[in-house]
């Protein structure tokens, strides 16, 4: 699957061989004439209120776009906060504005195994965007991750490079935007590079041997990797974060966690508790569960700590150190 496809050629008014006599024919002219030139360049592709409309399917690549394209796009977010990606089923509403858009941004790495489907029924024809290309992907776990993790967001590093395939994307969709684009994109970098930055910094105030994570699913790979940390296990173990737990895989996580010495168990803000809770009861470890748990599959809602992807990464951090030292 190619990562960026160009759009169809915007179609041309066709000039009349035979103009009708008349006051008629004159109005019909200059209608025409007054169409083409009220047109700036590049705004061919523009939508209402002459901003590119986008569509991006999850909440971490819709956050990336409205950075980027500003106020020059208008974004459609086909999951919106504490949805699961994986299991996910378009609506007609999201066909629709799948059918809109001139350009579509996706996460790729099969994260949106639905997305193929969407977009043949919505006739989608516009520039295609994979966030993932230039990312190294991570070997994933089991047959649902075949094209690798999917989970890249969580290395500020690889968001650099969503951001930057984002950027191309729009800029061949509106080239009279590029330079737009392309600033918004530096202010943007220089923010990520803080943000790692912070995160190297105060995970290095967690003592080495507990540096440990037991989380929900295995979602906190390239996080795990880009910061030194040692991935004990999930809660869940499978791409499925609605599988259900059986008293065997409760014990074995619990007997995992007792034998590093790990501190705390961590679940996400978008799944149920329960499981986590009674895991880290049993393990005489604490627990991070609920509202102000882990971002990991997607943002939180507005007015969140993780109602963007600074915030989300910021938050997580937070909400490890804290549980870790």
Request: include cysteine.
């Amino acid at each position: 699957m190619s990562a960026l496809r160009s759009e169809d050629p915007v179609p041309v008014i066709p000039t009349p061989t035979r103009l009708a006599a008349g006051v008629a024919g004159l109005a019909l002219l200059a209608a025409l004439l007054a169409g083409c030139g009220s047109s700036s360049a590049g705004s061919g592709n523009a939508g209402a209120g002459g901003r590119l409309p986008v569509v991006a399917t999850t909440s971490q690549v819709a956050d990336f776009t409205r950075v980027v394209g500003g106020d020059r796009v208008r974004v459609a977010q086909l999951l919106k906060p504490n949805v699961d990606p994986h299991d996910y089923e378009p609506t007609p509403a999201d066909i629709e504005a799948v059918a809109d858009a001139k350009v579509l941004v996706e996460n790729g790495v099969g994260l949106e195994s639905w997305l193929d489907d969407a977009v043949g029924a919505a006739g989608f024809d516009g520039i295609r965007v994979d966030a993932s290309r230039g990312v190294t992907i991570r070997a994933g776990s089991g047959d649902e991750e075949k094209a690798g993790d999917p989970h890249i967001w969580h290395n500020p590093l690889n968001a650099k490079i969503m951001v930057a395939d984002i950027e191309r994307g729009l800029a061949q969709a509106d080239p009279a935007n590029a330079g737009y684009f392309h600033a918004n994109r530096i202010i943007y970098d220089k923010k990520l590079d803080v943000l790692d930055g912070d995160i190297r910094r105060q995970i290095a105030t967690i003592p080495p041997a507990d540096r440990k994570l037991v989380t929900n699913h295995d979602a906190f790979g390239y996080y795990i990797e880009r910061y030194g940390l040692t991935f004990v296990g999930s809660i869940i173990p499978s791409f499925d974060t609605a599988a259900e737990l059986s008293g065997s895989n409760i014990r074995t996580i619990v007997d995992r966690i007792r034998r590093t010495g790990t501190k705390a168990v961590f679940s996400e803000s978008s799944l149920p508790p329960r499981t986590a809770r009674t895991i880290a009861t049993e393990a005489g470890v604490r627990v991070e569960a609920g509202e102000d748990s882990l971002y990991g599959d997607s943002l939180g809602p507005a007015g969140s700590d993780g109602s963007t992807y600074l915030q989300m990464e910021e938050h997580n951090t937070r909400v490890i150190v804290a549980a870790l030292r």
